[in-house]
């Protein structure tokens, strides 16, 4: 008789333990699509903003040459000035940038990949022993109701 139930709690342990496997490994699947979507969506955004970026101040970088162009008098000082000025901008990017975009882009995506939202691997094995754990003990309380009786 006791061989039994502990054969029928060993039986028990074990399907946890592949339930909670198949949970698991689940669970980071679907974590790795919504990071993956997330990702890709980001990237989406980038280039289509990014390009939309770049039209608009091709044009305006354009007619503040040729407006530069004109109050000057000579065409190419007006492109001249706005090359500089974008020369003078990549430098800054160079020596001071470099950092900011790195924290940017780390914290960003740090957000993308990690929601406050997902829980824990850690917390949600320890919600699983604890439902097992009140399981074993509901079955032991019934277990002496019945040898009571």
């Given at each position: 008789?006791?061989?039994?139930?502990?054969?029928?709690s060993?039986?028990r342990?074990?399907?946890?333990?592949?339930?909670?496997?198949?949970?698991?490994?689940?669970?980071?699947?679907?974590?790795?699509?919504?990071?993956?979507?997330?990702?890709?969506?980001s990237l989406?955004?980038?280039?289509?903003?990014?390009?939309?970026?770049?039209?608009?101040?091709?044009?305006?970088?354009?007619?503040?040459?040729?407006?530069?162009?004109?109050?000057?008098e000579?065409?190419?000082?007006g492109?001249?000035?706005?090359?500089?000025?974008?020369?003078?901008?990549?430098i800054?990017?160079?020596?001071?940038?470099?950092?900011i975009?790195?924290?940017?882009?780390?914290?960003?995506f740090?957000?993308?990949?990690?929601?406050?939202?997902?829980?824990?691997?850690?917390?949600?094995?320890?919600?699983e022993?604890?439902?097992?754990?009140?399981?074993?003990q509901?079955?032991?309380?019934?277990?002496?109701?019945?040898?009571?009786?």
């Open positions: 008789m006791a061989f039994s139930s502990l054969k029928e060993l039986n342990v074990v399907d946890r333990v592949e339930e909670f496997s198949i949970s698991t490994a689940e669970y980071y699947k679907l974590r790795l699509f919504k990071s993956t979507m997330k990702g890709a969506i989406v955004n980038l280039l289509v903003y990014g390009s939309l970026s770049l039209f608009v101040m091709l044009f305006i970088s354009i007619g503040a040459a040729f407006w530069l162009g004109t109050f000057f000579h065409q190419y000082v492109f001249l000035l706005i090359g500089a000025f974008y020369g003078i901008i990549l800054f990017m160079f020596i001071y940038g470099r950092k975009i790195e924290r940017n882009l780390l914290h960003k740090s957000g993308l990949l990690y929601d406050e939202e997902d829980l824990d691997p850690k917390i949600a094995a320890e919600n022993l604890n439902e097992y754990q009140e399981t074993l509901e079955n032991k309380i019934k277990k002496e109701n019945i040898s009571n009786s």
